[in-house]
């Protein structure tokens, strides 16, 4: 078990250009979490999967902003078209599936400049 | 709205003090609350989780308690050292698909 792994890690980026972030979870984790945080702020909520099933979107996760999950294992966070607001630190979460307590396992993070 | 709050927003506290950080959140009717550490630049690492159930969890020299009825946390740390200097932030969940977190507490330990 090697905990949940995100990479970039960190990504510069011109406006305009499209990006994208993978998470691999933790070994046979269903549910899988994406969070987006900027300084100072605490992580906001973008999307949930349990398996391949998105389950929930974020209202902050415009037409620009997918997300994937094929065959429930690793995932995808694209941005298309960036913008500089979008700079931020995206992360990415884990947790065992039905039955467990809920416990969210963070991975370190992929860090988006948008120059 | 669920709303989480963490005050104090920062704290600067000597070596070896026992220290206690807030978090309240607008809805009691939580699933379970969990208590973050966050390093600078780094990802968050699971310190506690109190499930709806429980009143308190204990892990070393943290302990956390849950008051569901007055919408309230508390992370008590013992003795602090200079290495427990971290953000630490507290999330609730209603369910498992998300989870709301406060704005975090910025702790320093001065030697």
């Known amino acids: 078990d090697t905990g949940v792994s995100q990479n970039p890690r960190h990504k510069i980026t011109k406006r305009g250009q499209n990006v994208t972030f993978r998470c691999d979870p933790i070994?046979?984790?269903?549910?899988l979490y994406w969070y987006r945080q900027t300084l100072g702020q605490g992580p906001e909520f973008l999307t949930y999967?349990?398996?391949?099933?998105?389950?929930?979107k974020s209202r902050l996760l415009s037409d620009r902003f997918s997300a994937e999950r094929p065959k429930g294992s690793f995932s995808t966070l694209e941005i298309q078209r960036t913008e500089q607001g979008d700079s931020a630190m995206y992360l990415c979460?884990?947790?065992?599936?039905?039955?467990?307590?809920?416990?969210?396992?963070f991975g370190e993070g992929s860090r988006l400049t948008v120059l | 709205k669920q709303e989480v709050t963490q005050i104090p927003a920062a704290l600067s506290v000597p070596e070896g003090e026992n220290l206690v950080l807030n978090c309240s959140f607008t809805?009691?009717?939580?699933?379970?609350l969990q208590w973050f550490r966050q390093d600078p630049g780094k990802g968050l690492t699971s310190l506690l989780l109190?499930?709806?159930?429980?009143r308190e969890q204990t892990s070393g020299r943290l302990n956390a308690s849950l008051d569901k009825s007055s919408g309230r946390s508390t992370l008590y740390i013992a003795a602090s050292q200079p290495g427990d200097s971290a953000t630490y932030l507290c999330?609730?969940?209603?369910?498992?698909?998300?989870?709301?977190f406060g704005s975090g507490t910025k702790l320093n330990v001065k030697p």
């Open positions: 979460a884990s947790s065992p599936g039905q039955g467990a307590v809920g416990e969210l396992f």
């Open positions: 070994s046979e984790h269903n549910r």
């Open positions: 999967f349990q398996n391949e099933a998105q389950l929930e």
């Open positions: 809805d009691s009717a939580i699933y379970n």
């Open positions: 109190i499930q709806s159930s429980q």
């Open positions: 999330a609730v969940s209603y369910n498992f698909n998300k989870f709301y």
